[in-house]
C-alpha cells in the first residue's frame, strides 16, 4: 500500500502491543490498556514534527536557551465512540491537548454518515489537529469528520488510526490528500458489512465491552 501521505507506525512495542490486543481471547480490561499504550506510543510519532520555539530558562548553574512548544496547544479530535480510546492514551503523553468530539452514525437507508455531536475548542484553525479512530475501515466517517473539522476552520489535520484497511486509507486520500494518515497497520481488506480483515473486531465493543 502506498500512498504520499500515508506512514505505518512499525516500532516493535506497537505492533507487538497491536497482537495482543487483536487476539479474542483479550479482555475488555486488557484490550483498553493496550489501547492506551499504543495511542501513547502513536501519539509520540505524529507529533514528531510539531514546531519549537526557544525560551530563556535558568538552571540552577546558568541560563540557557531552550526549546519549548511553539504556537497553540494542539487540538486532539475524536470520533465517536471507539475513538475515545485513542484519545484517552494520547492526552496520558499530552495532558494540556484542547479536546474535541464529533459523533456520526451511518444512515441505514443511505448509508451516509450523519452527524449528530459536535463539541471543538476555539481557534481550531491555529492548532495542529489531530483526529482520531481506531478502525479506518471505508473510511466514510473519517471523511465526513474531516469535511466538518474542515468547515469549522482547520487548516492543519492528522488523521490517526490503529487498523487501516486499503479501502479506507484510498477513500481518505482521495477527498482530502492534504491530511497525513499515520496508523499501526493496513489491513488486507473490508468485509462484505464493512469489517476489517483480519481486523480486531468491533472496536467500541471490545473498548467497553458492550458485546
Ligand atoms: N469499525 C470497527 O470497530 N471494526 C471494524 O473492523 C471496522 C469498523
Do not use: W
Not at 25 to 43: M, P, V
Not at 135 to 146: E, H, K, P, R
Not at 190 to 206: K, M, Q, T, V
Amino acid at each position: 500500500m502506498t500512498a504520499p501521505n500515508f506512514k505505518v507506525a512499525d516500532h516493535p512495542l506497537i505492533q507487538h502491543k497491536l497482537t495482543l490486543l487483536r487476539r479474542k481471547e483479550t479482555s475488555t480490561a486488557e484490550f483498553r490498556q493496550l489501547l492506551g499504550e499504543i495511542a501513547l506510543l502513536l501519539a509520540f510519532e505524529a507529533t514528531r514534527d510539531l514546531a519549537l520555539t526557544k525560551v530563556e530558562i535558568e538552571t540552577p548553574l546558568e541560563t540557557m536557551a531552550a526549546p519549548v512548544l511553539d504556537g497553540k496547544k494542539l487540538c486532539l479530535v475524536s470520533i465517536l465512540r471507539a475513538g475515545n480510546g485513542l484519545l484517552e492514551g494520547m492526552l496520558d503523553l499530552i495532558p494540556s491537548a484542547r479536546v474535541g468530539h464529533i459523533g456520526m452514525y451511518r444512515d441505514h437507508e443511505t448509508l451516509e454518515p450523519v452527524e449528530y455531536y459536535l463539541k471543538l475548542p476555539h481557534s481550531i484553525g491555529e492548532r495542529q489537529v489531530i483526529v482520531v479512530d481506531p478502525m479506518l475501515a471505508t473510511g466514510n466517517s473519517a471523511v465526513a469528520a474531516i469535511t466538518r473539522l474542515k468547515e469549522a476552520g482547520a487548516k492543519r489535520m492528522k488523521f490517526v488510526a490503529l487498523v487501516a484497511a486499503p479501502e479506507g486509507i484510498s477513500a481518505l486520500t482521495e477527498v482530502h490528500p492534504d491530511v497525513p494518515i499515520l496508523t499501526a497497520a493496513v489491513d488486507r481488506q473490508l468485509s462484505e458489512i464493512g469489517y476489517i480483515l483480519p481486523g480486531l473486531g468491533d472496536a467500541g465493543d471490545r473498548l467497553y465491552g458492550t458485546k
